[in-house]
């Protein structure tokens, strides 16, 4: 779906249908460029950023499907849960 700022920020905090991983959501490059957001190198880095990229976003669109298959290392933080 298509959602305003604030819709995507309460449900990214508070529902299921947005999640923080960056693999389901199309993010313009200037979110990045014009804000100076980079993944930080720790752990759950997508939760570290997501929040910050829908504060500065107009809309936030989330796909409903899978567009690409991840490989999961087995020393991966996932591989442990």
């Given at each position: 779906?298509?959602?305003?700022?604030?819709?995507?920020?309460?449900?990214?905090?508070?529902?299921?249908?947005?999640?923080?991983?960056p693999?389901?959501?199309?993010?313009?490059?200037?979110?990045?460029?014009?804000?100076?957001?980079?993944?930080?190198?720790?752990?759950?880095?997508?939760?570290?950023?997501?929040?910050?990229?829908?504060?500065?976003?107009?809309?936030?669109v989330?796909?409903d499907?899978?567009?690409?298959?991840?490989?999961q290392?087995?020393?991966?933080?996932?591989a442990?849960?």
């Open positions: 779906g298509v959602f305003n700022r604030d819709v995507a920020l309460n449900k990214l905090l508070h529902d299921t249908q947005i999640q923080s991983m693999w389901n959501k199309i993010y313009k490059r200037s979110l990045f460029t014009d804000y100076g957001i980079t993944f930080p190198t720790m752990t759950f880095e997508d939760i570290a950023i997501t929040n910050r990229l829908f504060t500065h976003a107009k809309k936030v989330v796909i499907r899978a567009l690409y298959y991840y490989n290392q087995s020393s991966s933080t996932l442990t849960i």
